[in-house]
């Protein structure tokens, strides 16, 4: 058939253009950078102040504007209510002494992770061009949080690194998360962010047999409440699409 075909060359010829987010719904992979304040509530209000969140997502956005995407995020703070987990290593003068005889410096910080699927829905009723609008995001996934001791210089034996974990009230369990906000990208796909209010409640339970303060476990079931601020930089990975064709 190639030797009957050879007479006719077939030459085609593409235009390439990116796409067009102006004036059409398009369907593109995104990924962001995001970061919140978060107040507690429930169980968490008790043992914690309010933290940072850290968070990076990838995911993909429908021409129907459905997205779809998996996150992490990484929890941190530095304000811990719950600070008798030490009190027994405490003097009458509330220090505790190391293992030169000095007063041993540590400190107490939140740490934890959240793990996320989460399918959220555009609605472009404001912004430059039919992919901004209002966001609501629904979630759900995994959390875990806990008590971080940093005994700094590791002078103090009772919190040497080994010993840490009966210390650190670590809890986990799954999560349910909700986001109200504002996603804009650009026409000239240059500037790319969201803003809102995110919701998080944690059904967790604590994971320790033991803690040393409590001389027992930390094992009890518990209702983890956050809300906060988040502010996310959205980097679209944008494809070049043919359109028009030269046929010859």
Same mark, same amino acid.
């Given at each position: 058939?190639?030797?009957?075909?050879?007479?006719?060359?077939?030459?085609?010829?593409?235009?390439?253009?990116?796409?067009?987010?102006?004036?059409? @719904?398009?369907? %593109?992979? +995104?990924?962001? !950078?995001?970061?919140?304040?978060?107040?507690?509530?429930?169980?968490? &209000?008790?043992?914690? =102040? $309010?933290?940072?969140?850290? =968070?990076?997502?990838?995911?993909?956005?429908?021409?129907?504007?459905?997205?779809?995407?998996?996150?992490?995020? !990484?929890? !941190?703070?530095?304000?811990?209510?719950?600070?008798?987990?030490?009190?027994? +290593?405490?003097?009458?003068?509330?220090?505790?002494?190391?293992?030169?005889?000095?007063?041993?410096?540590?400190?107490?910080?939140?740490?934890?992770?959240? !793990? $996320?699927? &989460?399918? $959220? &829905?555009?609605?472009? %009723?404001?912004?430059?061009?039919?992919?901004? =609008?209002?966001?609501?995001?629904? =979630?759900?996934? #995994?959390?875990?949080?806990?008590? *971080?001791?940093?005994? /700094?210089?590791? *002078?103090?034996?009772?919190?040497? /690194?080994?010993?840490?974990?009966?210390?650190?009230?670590? @809890?986990?369990?799954?999560? +349910?998360?909700?986001?109200?906000?504002?996603?804009?990208?650009?026409?000239?796909?240059? &500037?790319?962010?969201?803003?809102?209010?995110?919701?998080?409640?944690?059904?967790?339970?604590?994971?320790?047999?033991?803690?040393?303060? +409590?001389?027992?476990?930390?094992?009890?079931?518990? %209702?983890?409440?956050?809300?906060?601020?988040?502010?996310? #930089?959205?980097?679209?990975?944008? *494809?070049? %699409?043919?359109?028009?064709?030269?046929?010859?």
């Amino acid at each position: 058939m190639i030797k009957y075909l050879s007479p006719f060359l077939l030459f085609v010829s593409f235009h390439f253009t990116a796409q067009n987010i102006r004036d059409s @719904c398009i369907s %593109v992979p +995104l990924f962001s !950078f995001s970061y919140a304040h978060q107040f507690p509530s429930g169980e968490l &209000k008790k043992r914690f =102040g $309010s933290n940072n969140n850290i =968070g990076f997502s990838g995911g993909y956005k429908f021409k129907s504007n459905w997205i779809i995407e998996l996150s992490t995020d !990484f929890i !941190f703070g530095t304000n811990v209510k719950d600070t008798s987990i030490v009190d027994h +290593l405490q003097n009458n003068q509330n220090w505790i002494i190391n293992q030169l005889g000095e007063e041993g410096i540590i400190l107490v910080q939140q740490r934890g992770q959240i !793990f $996320s699927l &989460k399918t $959220s &829905k555009l609605f472009d %009723v404001i912004g430059p061009n039919r992919n901004s =609008g209002i966001l609501i995001k629904l =979630g759900a996934g #995994w959390i875990r949080h806990k008590i *971080r001791v940093d005994n /700094q210089y590791n *002078r103090i034996p009772q919190l040497n /690194q080994s010993n840490l974990i009966y210390y650190d009230r670590l @809890c986990s369990g799954i999560q +349910l998360s909700q986001f109200v906000g504002y996603q804009h990208m650009s026409n000239n796909r240059l &500037k790319n962010f969201y803003v809102g209010v995110d919701f998080l409640q944690g059904f967790t339970k604590g994971r320790r047999d033991y803690q040393i303060d +409590l001389m027992g476990p930390a094992i009890e079931n518990r %209702v983890d409440l956050l809300w906060g601020i988040k502010f996310g #930089w959205i980097v679209p990975v944008f *494809r070049q %699409v043919p359109n028009e064709f030269y046929l010859n």
